[in-house]
């Protein structure tokens, strides 16, 4: 099984000083995050999608979505994020016009672009076809993201 499908992290969020709402009390997995449901996993990916916007704005950056993968999957850390870019708009189907601004993801209207971003992502870090990603989780992540007070026993 694929790591980021194991460990109910589809975009495979590195292990890092975050206090995750939704993370397995026990690990196993040293590098990168587990989280109880893959609905926790999206939540912590739509925190961080959120996360970039705010800091991209401190930075004086637009936050398109060439600049999100350049920090999701930086060149200087070895990624090849023109090829990234390239596979999330052939899976999105998504026709980017130079360097158009997103919404937030955290508005309605940011929502319905943010779930094929999202799930396009997750076909890049885990392989998957468009058809084998768990839309209703990446729903179900934004409504604890933004909507509630998201905790596990949700």
């Known amino acids: ?56 704005r401190q930075e004086g950056k637009s936050y398109t979505l060439e600049n999100i993968i350049h920090r999701w999957a930086p060149p200087e850390d070895g990624n090849d994020t023109t090829a990234y870019l390239r596979a999330l708009i052939r899976f999105m189907d998504y026709k980017i016009g130079g360097r158009q601004v997103l919404p937030s993801p955290a508005c309605r209207q940011g929502r319905s672009l943010f779930r094929r971003i999202l799930a396009a992502m997750t076909c890049v870090e885990c392989g998957l076809k468009p058809e084998q990603v768990d839309r209703e989780s990446i729903r179900k992540g934004w409504e604890l993201a933004f909507e509630k007070r998201a905790s596990v026993a949700d």
């Open 1 to 56: 099984m694929n790591r980021g499908i194991r460990n109910n992290n589809p975009l495979n969020i590195r292990r890092g000083s975050s206090h995750w709402v939704g993370r397995r009390n026990t690990v196993t997995d040293k590098e990168f995050e587990e989280f109880v449901s893959m609905s926790f996993g999206y939540r912590a990916a739509w925190k961080l999608m959120d996360t970039y916007r705010l800091r991209l």
